[in-house]
T-cell receptor, first 115, second 113 residues
Framework: NAGVTQTPKFQVLKTGQSMTLQCAQD?????MSWYRQDPGMGLRLIHY???????DQGEVPNGYNVSRSTTEDFPLRLLSAAPSQTSVYFC??????????????FGEGSWLTVV | GQNIDQPTEMTATEGAIVQINCTYQTSGFNGLFWYQQHAGEAPTFLSY????GLEEKGRFSSFLSRSKGYSYLLLKELQMKDSASYLC??????????????FGTGTLLAVQP
């Protein structure tokens, strides 16, 4: 049972570098989201997708790009990393919209430090 | 805009009962989740309330009042393993299904012997 797989788990970047956080799920879920969590904070929604080819912005989309070319994958791109993007990133997926109350599967998180 | 408020920290004693409150002001409210999150781990699902009232699941219960924009999570017979952050999260959207989930800042609960 792979569930939601995030890579890498840990990453250190220099300011201005670009990188992609990978997220893959093997449950054929249409709905996927990316969140960031800063110390002492709840999760904040960055971008979400309701199916292949369809994405939308969440609360804190600036500095991040997403695409959804397949049902399985939902990568998060940082085009020019900034220290303010130092955070823990969680990818999540679900079979139906979150408003249905059905189970949301979270990845294990990716710890990103920008120096 | 939206605003979700929870107390930052709470302390309780093993075996006791604790109530964690959450108030929200959002547009297009659909329902409210409670999640538990241990340090360094992903959140895990506790409850989802759509209708007013109390829902009980074992030691955990969750209450929702849509008219008051208020929810609480009630934890009974506290155990040391219940020491964690508890996150309130609201689903938002107009006209039906939504994938937009907004979290509060979380309440860090410390259970003492």
């Amino acid at each position: 049972n792979a569930g939601v797989t995030q890579t890498p788990k840990f990453q250190v970047l220099k300011t201005g570098q670009s990188m992609t956080l990978q997220c893959a799920q093997d449950m054929n879920h249409e709905y996927m989201s990316w969140y960031r969590q800063d110390p002492g904070m709840g999760l904040r929604l960055i971008h979400y997708s309701v199916g292949a080819g369809i994405t939308d912005q969440g609360e804190v989309p600036n500095g991040y790009n997403v695409s959804r070319s397949t049902t399985e994958d939902f990568p998060l791109r940082l085009l020019s990393a900034a220290p303010s993007q130092t955070s823990v990133y969680f990818c999540a997926s679900s079979y139906s919209p979150v408003s249905s109350g059905n189970t949301i599967y979270f990845g294990e998180g990716s710890w990103l430090t920008v120096v | 805009g939206q605003n979700i408020d929870q107390p930052t920290e709470m302390t309780a004693t093993e075996g006791a009962i604790v109530q964690i409150n959450c108030t929200y002001q959002t547009s297009g409210f659909n329902g409210l989740f409670w999640y538990q999150q241990h340090a360094g781990e992903a959140p895990t699902f506790l409850s989802y309330n759509v209708l007013d009232g109390l829902e009980e699941k074992g030691r955990f219960s969750s209450f929702l009042s849509r008219s008051k924009g208020y929810s609480y999570l009630l934890l009974k017979e506290l155990q040391m393993k219940d020491s964690a952050s508890y996150l309130c999260a609201v689903t938002m959207g107009y006209g039906g299904a939504t994938n937009k989930l907004i979290f509060g800042t979380g309440t860090l609960l410390a259970v003492q012997p």
